[in-house]
């Protein structure tokens, strides 16, 4: 697909596309759409980015020590916190009900966390369980550029990182999700991120 394509969208087909560059985030496609025409992958990755770089951060819908769950779709009111909140555990239940959406379902499996046994499931579950109490949001890693052990590796790192710190951190995970999902869309070069 080349950006003359995409600059001939409309809404509908947009979204349709672009819907999941942001996992769970149709409405932020919606916003970019408006901003049209892109005059290249760069400009459009550019539109998405900076988008989520001007929402604020925090979630003021979220309770302390709920353990906010993962939402359907996202809502622009829960900031960034809220598109963390999106992205489904890797390697967790979603994958096991067979419910991730395709991009997250290939990711995944890409980085072998469709093939993992028993004792690292537990491990990753575990994991991904304190990191999300700590953080209030589930820990994101963007999977291609990953294989199994090192998803528990870093997960074990980041755990330990101050709070804002690991904010930052797993938006610019977000972005490397993103910036592939885009490149694939349109057949660029996926593996820079
Ligand atoms: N939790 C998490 O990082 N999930 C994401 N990562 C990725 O590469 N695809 C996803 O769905």
Redesign the pocket.
């Given at each position: 697909m080349d950006i003359e394509k995409v600059n001939s969208m409309d809404f509908g087909e947009f979204v349709d596309v672009f819907g999941n560059v942001i996992?769970r985030c149709p409405l932020i496609a919606a916003a970019v759409w408006s901003q049209r025409p892109f005059s290249d992958l760069e400009d459009l990755k550019k539109h998405f980015f900076a988008f989520i770089d001007a929402l604020p951060q925090s979630d003021p819908t979220s309770i302390p020590g709920a353990g906010a769950g993962q939402p359907l779709y996202w809502d622009p009111e829960t900031g960034q916190e809220g598109i963390l909140r999106c992205?489904?555990?890797?390697a967790g239940s979603e994958l096991r009900r067979g419910t991730l959406t395709a991009e997250?379902q290939r990711?995944?499996s890409a980085a072998g966390l469709t093939s993992l046994g028993a004792d690292e499931r537990l491990r990753l579950a575990e994991l991904n369980a304190q990191y999300r109490a700590r953080f209030g949001f589930?820990?994101?890693?963007?999977?291609?550029f990953s294989d199994r052990a090192a998803v528990s590796r870093e997960l074990a790192r980041r755990l330990l990182c101050p709070s804002a710190q690991e904010l930052r951190t797993a938006l610019g995970?977000v972005k490397k999700?993103g910036s592939l999902r885009l490149a694939d869309l349109l057949r660029a070069d996926p593996a820079k991120p």
């Open positions: 996992e992205h489904p555990d890797l997250s990711e995944q589930p820990f994101v890693l963007a999977a291609r995970e999700i």
